[in-house]
C-alpha cells in the first residue's frame, strides 16, 4: 500500500500570548509526496497561522489532494482534568464545552493562559493550573498539587527518539518544560476546525481507531506529534527542525506504506475508550527503528514567502463593483453566520491579502463592527473589536 497523503502540513506552535500577536517560535513547513519541502518564512500570529492552514484545507480536494496535518501541542486534555471541569462526552463536543463555557455553573470559557487558568482555579477552588515562571503574572501559583498527564504521556511510553512529554495543567514556559499553554491556545482553533461543517477535516484518533476506516476517507487528517520523539538525534533543536522533523517523519512513516498499523502498534487494546478522548501522540510508544536517519540526510528547505499552492488555470480580472455580491461558497453567500455570531455581507470583488482569496465584507452581530475577510477565513472569523479576532482587511 502507497501513501495515503499528498500534502504533510506540520507546525511548531510556541507562545501563549494573544491570539493575533507575532511570534517569532512559530515555525510552519510544507511538503508533498512528490515535490517540494518549503518553509513558510513570515513571521506568524497564532490567528495567522490557523487562516493559513484553513485557507491550505478548504483549497483542496481531500478525495484527490489529500492532507495529513498537525502541530505539537496535546489535542485534548487527560481524563481527570475533563472531570475536574464537568465535561464529558465525544472529543468534539467536550472541546465546544470548554470553548463556549457553561453560564450556569460559572465554568470560565477558554481563553488564553494568562487570563484562564486563574479563572479555573478559582472556579474549581483548587490550583489546577501551575507556571514555574509566569506564576505571579498569571496569578497562580508555581507548582500545583498534581502533574496532570494522559495516558500517551505516561512514563511507560517512550518514543523512536526520546524525550518525554510534558503535563497539560503545567504553564508558562517550554524551557521550563512547560506547555500546557500552547495546548489551551491550540485547543480553541482545533474546536474551530472540528466544528467547521464545510471543510473535510477528520482528526486521528478521536474520529476512530482505525485510519483506514471509512470515518477519515476523503478527509483531510490531523494529528498530534511530539518533534522530541522523532527528531533525529544530533540534529540541533529548534523551532524550525521540530516542524521539519515532524513533517518529514509523518511523510516516511506514511511512505513505508503501513501508516494506520504503525500509529496503534503500541496503543493499549484495553484503554481504547480513553485514547479517544485523551488522543493519541503519533509515534507514541514506537522504537528507535521508527526513527529517521541522522542529520545529515535531512536539508532545511529552501525558503520561500508563501506556501506552495495547486497551479490554477488563468481566470479572467475580477471587477471591482459597488454593489456588494454574494460568494459562490455556503460560507460566502451573502448572510451567512459562523458560529462565532459573524456575518457575511457579500464581496465587492476586491482581492483579499492571501493568495487566490477575495476579500469579503463583515458584520459582527454582537457589536456591530464591520470589518473585511479573505473568503476562506468566514467560517471562522471572531470579533477584531471585541473577541480578540485578527485585524480585518481592506474590502
Known amino acids: 500500500m502507497g501513501a495515503t497523503f499528498f500534502h504533510y502540513l506540520f507546525a511548531d506552535y510556541s507562545g501563549a500570548a494573544e491570539h493575533s500577536h507575532n511570534s517569532s517560535g512559530i515555525e510552519l513547513i510544507h511538503g508533498q509526496a512528490e515535490g517540494a519541502w518549503k518553509q513558510d518564512t513570515r513571521r506568524f500570529s497564532r490567528d495567522k497561522l490557523h487562516q493559513t492552514i484553513s485557507g491550505h484545507l478548504e483549497s483542496r480536494d481531500p478525495a484527490i489532494d489529500r492532507t495529513a496535518f498537525g502541530f505539537d501541542h496535546q489535542f485534548s486534555w487527560p481524563e481527570e482534568m475533563w472531570n475536574i471541569a464537568g465535561i464529558s462526552g465525544q472529543w468534539r463536543s467536550r472541546l465546544h464545552q470548554l470553548v463556549s463555557g457553561d453560564p450556569e455553573t460559572q465554568r470560565p470559557a477558554l481563553d488564553i493562559p494568562r487570563r484562564f487558568c486563574r479563572s479555573f482555579n478559582s472556579w474549581v477552588g483548587s490550583d489546577v493550573f501551575s507556571s514555574p515562571t509566569k506564576s505571579e503574572a498569571y496569578g497562580i501559583p508555581r507548582s500545583g498539587p498534581k502533574q496532570h498527564l494522559r495516558l500517551t504521556e505516561s512514563t511507560s511510553v517512550g518514543f523512536p527518539t526520546g524525550g518525554q512529554p510534558k503535563p497539560a495543567n503545567v504553564v508558562g514556559g517550554q524551557g521550563a518544560g512547560a506547555v500546557g499553554g500552547q495546548t489551551l491556545c491550540g485547543l480553541y482553533f482545533l474546536e474551530q476546525l472540528a466544528s467547521a461543517q464545510d471543510l473535510k477535516v477528520a482528526f486521528w484518533p478521536f474520529d476512530g481507531i482505525d485510519l483506514d476506516g471509512p470515518e477519515y476517507e476523503g478527509r483531510h487528517v490531523g494529528f498530534e506529534i511530539y518533534p522530541d520523539g522523532v527528531r533525529p538525534r544530533g540534529l540541533p ?102 458560529r462565532n455570531q459573524q456575518r457575511c455581507l457579500g464581496t465587492h470583488g476586491q482581492p483579499g491579502n492571501h493568495p487566490n482569496q477575495i476579500a469579503y465584507k463583515m458584520e459582527c452581530l454582537v457589536c456591530g463592527h464591520i470589518y473585511g475577510a479573505n473568503g476562506a477565513d468566514v467560517f471562522l472569523r471572531r470579533c477584531p473589536h471585541h473577541d480578540s479576532g485578527a485585524l480585518g482587511i481592506n474590502f
Open 237 to 338: 533543536k529548534s523551532d524550525l527542525n521540530d516542524a521539519l522533523s515532524a513533517a518529514l517523519w509523518m511523510a516516511e512513516m506514511d511512505r513505508r506504506g503501513d501508516l494506520a498499523s504503525v500509529l496503534t502498534a503500541s496503543m493499549p487494546e484495553d484503554q481504547l475508550s480513553r485514547v479517544l478522548v485523551e488522543g493519541w501522540i503519533a509515534g507514541a510508544g514506537l522504537g528507535p527503528e521508527y526513527a529517521l536517519a541522522g542529520p545529515r540526510s535531512i536539508s532545511v528547505p529552501k525558503k520561500v514567502n508563501t506556501l506552495s499552492r495547486p497551479a490554477a488555470p488563468p481566470t479572467k480580472r475580477r471587477e471591482i463593483s459597488s454593489e456588494l455580491r454574494t460568494g459562490r461558497t455556503e460560507t460566502t453567500r451573502s448572510g451567512y453566520i459562523n
